[in-house]
């Protein structure tokens, strides 16, 4: 498990059991899929700075993650070409980071099932959509629902610096 003066195993417990998703991971898997995350695909970025959609992703790049924004309705986010769908991302993406209402997350959820690299699955606190998280559960995938990235994040201690990894 993870030893990092950063680290609070009491925040992180309760922050997985907020989540309203009885299969949400625990604590060491939990920790072992942040550590291994670098490029995010978030869909459902916003345009709104003072937006959970776009804070979040904000805190995760200053912290190393590689953020490859997906809203059709914006241009440039980060300073990035905004993609227009999870199926215009090009790079191979460690984790997509859905910002959707839960209706809408399905689709989102069946469009990352159809790449290749398998990437994790995670629907942000609030989103739940326990149908598609079934169907890509049965493929192989992990899903994250109802849970907050930067909170996990915080509670792990900034893990995305320490990985190792680096965006390619």
Known sequence: ML?????DPALLEAELA????????????MCEIVRATIRIAVVGISRDPSKAAR???SYLA???????PVNPYAERI????VKRSLDDV???VDMVLVFRPSDEAG????QAMRRPEKPVI???EGIRNDEAAAEARDRGFIVIQDLCLYKIHRALGDTLRRSGRSPS
Do not use: N
């Open 90 to 92: 090009d790079e191979e």
């Open 18 to 29: 907020a989540s309203s998703d009885p299969r949400t991971p625990a604590a060491e898997e």
């Open 107 to 110: 689709d989102v959820v069946r």
């Open 78 to 81: 980060f300073g990035r070409e």
């Open 122 to 124: 995670w629907l942000q």
């Open 62 to 68: 200053t912290r190393g993650a590689d953020i490859i």
């Open 55 to 57: 804070r979040v992703p």
């Open 3 to 7: 030893t990092d003066e950063l680290f």
